[in-house]
């Protein structure tokens, strides 16, 4: 049962171990609560603290020969690539306003592939596709419908 991360490992401490990873979505990271099995079939349990997020490349954990660290899944978004950066800026701010997230990917700005999200962009004409790509949510806010 894993019920805090480990401190300070480094990349000495992980060598001649095997790496196994785990693949969450960005809100599968903030549950901290739960069964989960690793790419390499290895069963856990999660116990960490309320609140915790667990972060891209985390080691969650590390044993005499064989550690895990959090990986980002591929998940559905909405990919704008802004034509200006008051473009950028009023994208930011109207999901904002709606409680979604928002991530960055180079020049494009992610969003979750949610209907609501789709209405919007389409209604500020901006130009978006659909990707399925890591998502890393900018800053700690939460979505409060859930």
Known sequence: MITQL????????LAGRVRDTLVLTADERRWGRRRVTTTGGRTLALALPTGSVLKPGAV???EPDWFVVVECAAEPCLAV???????????AFEVGNRHFNLALDGERLLVPDDPGMDILLTRM???FERV??????IGGGQRHDR
């Not at 480990?6 to 401490?13: K, Y």
């Not at 690539?81 to 994208?91: D, F, K």
């Not at 399925?132 to 949510?137: L, S």
């Open 132 to 137: 399925r790509a890591p998502f890393v949510p």
């Open 60 to 62: 969650l954990h590390v």
């Open 81 to 91: 690539t802004p034509a200006s950066r008051e473009e950028a800026l009023r994208v």
């Open 125 to 127: 004409n901006v130009r």
């Open 6 to 13: 480990p401190a300070g490992v480094g990349e000495a401490e």
